[in-house]
Each structure stands twice: as structure tokens, then as C-alpha cells.
């Protein structure tokens, strides 16, 4: 058992108004320093599995029909720890 | 014509949707998204609403329920299938129609009536307007802003997929884009509320011929050839 975690992002032509709205109030609070703010979304799940290619076919075949629409979306993920069972 | 009025969960235009074909003549019955067959159904409409609490992203959820796979075998069929608001969104989730639903640009839910250009009137669902026709149908949304890619554009703009287009862009889709069909011309998507302008008393009647196209399909089909 694996424990994964998924971040779905808007690919970078995608307007992200949350982003903008961010990215405003940041430098209303003074923090001109930051920029680009873009915001996404983290999925942790976890996974029957520890063969990394079936966990690899798993998380992708899952992202591409729902965690992610790939028109707008990019995604990545990470394999966490051993989960104890 | 029997239409389908898809519910699920979060719906919340469905009396809308099936009090606009009933209007127009066509027959409609309610049908949950648990089925799996649209079997004896000649038509799909798809509603507005927050399916499954917008949950994730507009749509998603719905374009992975059990009915869906019966709205793509419909679909490929030829029937007409029609979604409206997050019906259009969810069509774009399924990938029966392409691009993408994102936030209006000022992040904001607008509620209001906008005015459109129904830029393709020879379709089965626009046939009747006349061309570059100007209509009135409320909108209200929070993810109307019509994405795709450059690509996608040209082609839906070579195909004249476009159907109808905002006068005054009130979310930031590309081109003006308020409604768009698929290739074969019988999937339609748009954000506006078509079903809610059917009286002129209330509004607007705009709407009627929509529905009374579908409701007549073969007739609005030949009308176009």
C-alpha cells in the first residue's frame, strides 16, 4: 500500500482569476515581491499497490477520465510513503 | 420526439428543460443518472445546474456517471443531445464537445439577460432564426468562460461549429463564444438559458425555437439540407 499525492494544475496559457485575486490581495498586504500566483489542487489518495508501473498506469488512466481535464489541466504525482496496513 | 431530461444530483433546471419540450410538442420523460440505457428515447437534454455539487470541477463528476456512456452511444447515433449551462460543461467533460468550461474572468457568478447573435442558423437547433439574428436568453453562471485552443478555434470556425455568439462578452470566452455543436451537427452545448425564455410576458420567448427544433427533428434536419 502506497500512499499518493496528485497536483492537478491549470497549464500555464489558462487564465487563473483565483490566481489573479491572489495575487492582488498579496500585494495589497505589501508583499510586491510575489508574483504569479497560480492556484491547483492536491489529491492524496491511497493505492493497493506497490509494483510502480501498475501504480504508474493506475494514477495516469484515473487523471486523464477525472482527477484532471487535460484541455485545461496538467498534473503530476508523487509516490509517498509505505502506508502501514 | 421522446427526449431524455438527464437529473442528477445538484441539477437544478430539469422542470425548465422538460416543461420547454412538453411546450414545444415533444414528449420527455425524467431520467436519473444512475440508468445505463436511453433506450426508446429519441433525444437527450441535458440540464443546468451544479451536478454533484460542482464537485472537483464542473461537470467532472457527472461525465464519469452511469448514464453517460448512453448519452455518448445517443450521441453517436445521431439523436439530438442539448446541454445547457452545466450541461454544456458537462458535454465538454464527456468530450462530446471540445474545449473547456473555466471561471468568467472576474471570477464573479453572473445572473442576468444577455444579449446573443445566433451565428449559425443553419443548424437543426437554430433553423427558423434568421442569420446573425439577435436573441435574448438570461445567463447565469460562475464558469461560462469558453476555453480551447488554437487549434480547436480554427476548426471550429472552419466547420462553422459556432452558433451562437455574446454581443457583449460578459465572462471572457474566446471569440464571443456563448454555444457551439459538434461536427456531425447534432450535439449542442451553450451557456444561456434558452429554457427560460419561452414567454414574451416573462421576458423573452427567444428560446422557443430551440426546442421546437429538436421537438420537430427530422423536419429541422431537412430544413438545413
Known sequence: ?85 | MKFAVIRFPGSNCDRDMLNAILKSGGEADYVDYRETSLEGYDGVLIPGGFSFGDYLRSGAMAAVAPVTKAIVEAAEAGKPVAGICNGFQILTEIGLLPGALIFNDTHTFISRDETLKVTNSRTAFTTGYQPDETVTFPIAHGEGHYYCDDETYDALKRNNQIVLKYTDNPNGSRGDIAGIINEAGNVLGMMPHPERALEALLGSDDGKKIFENMANWEAAHNEIQ
Open chain 1, 1 to 85: 500500500m502506497k500512499k499518493i499525492e496528485l497536483i492537478v494544475t491549470l497549464q500555464p496559457q489558462v487564465l487563473d482569476t483565483q490566481g489573479e485575486a491572489l495575487n492582488r490581495a498579496v500585494h495589497e498586504l505589501g508583499h510586491e515581491e510575489i508574483n504569479d500566483i497560480r492556484v491547483g489542487k492536491v489529491l492524496y489518495f491511497d493505492i493497493d499497490e506497490t509494483d510502480e508501473a501498475k501504480i504508474d498506469e493506475s494514477v495516469r488512466r484515473l487523471s486523464e477520465k477525472l482527477f484532471a481535464n487535460t484541455v485545461i489541466e496538467t498534473y503530476s504525482y508523487t509516490i509517498l510513503d509505505e502506508v502501514a496496513e
